[in-house]
Nanobody, 119 residues
Framework: VQLVESGGGLVQPGGSLRLSCAGSGFTFSRFDMSWYRQAPGKERELVAGIRRPGGSTNYLDSVKGRFTITRDNAKNTVYLQMNSLRPEDTAVYLC?????????????WGQGTQVTVSS
């Protein structure tokens, strides 16, 4: 199983980035997909999630209206479009795939991609 994130980098405040997470080794379309982030000295937090059935989404309050999560099951990829970036968005962004089958949790993580928002 692999989750490989890409698209991070250095961007000025107000700028945009698009993160991608490509999954392999599991049935991507069956999994709920999420983006988390972790800044130095802070706990990991859920940024955005997109569910398997129907594609319903949820967002951290501070990113609502600025970030958009989407998925392409044909490409086994989930995206995070980030607009109007702020310095406080600086963090390592990690991709997560999760599925519960009866009592078994399948929970996979990527290595993360660094996003730095700074002038």
């Amino acid at each position: 199983v692999q989750l490989v994130e890409s698209g991070g980098g250095l961007v000025q405040p107000g700028g945009s980035l698009r993160l991608s997470c490509a999954g392999s080794g599991f049935t991507f379309s069956r999994f709920d997909m999420s983006w988390y982030r972790q800044a130095p000295g802070k706990e990991r937090e859920l940024v955005a999630g997109i569910r398997r059935p129907g594609g319903s989404t949820n967002y951290l309050d501070s990113v609502k209206g600025r970030f958009t999560i989407t998925r392409d099951n044909a490409k086994n990829t989930v995206y995070l479009q980030m607009n109007s970036l702020r310095p406080e968005d600086t963090a390592v962004y990690l991709c997560n795939a999760r599925l519960v089958v009866t009592t078994t949790l399948y929970d996979y993580w990527g290595q993360g991609t660094q996003v730095t928002v700074s002038s």
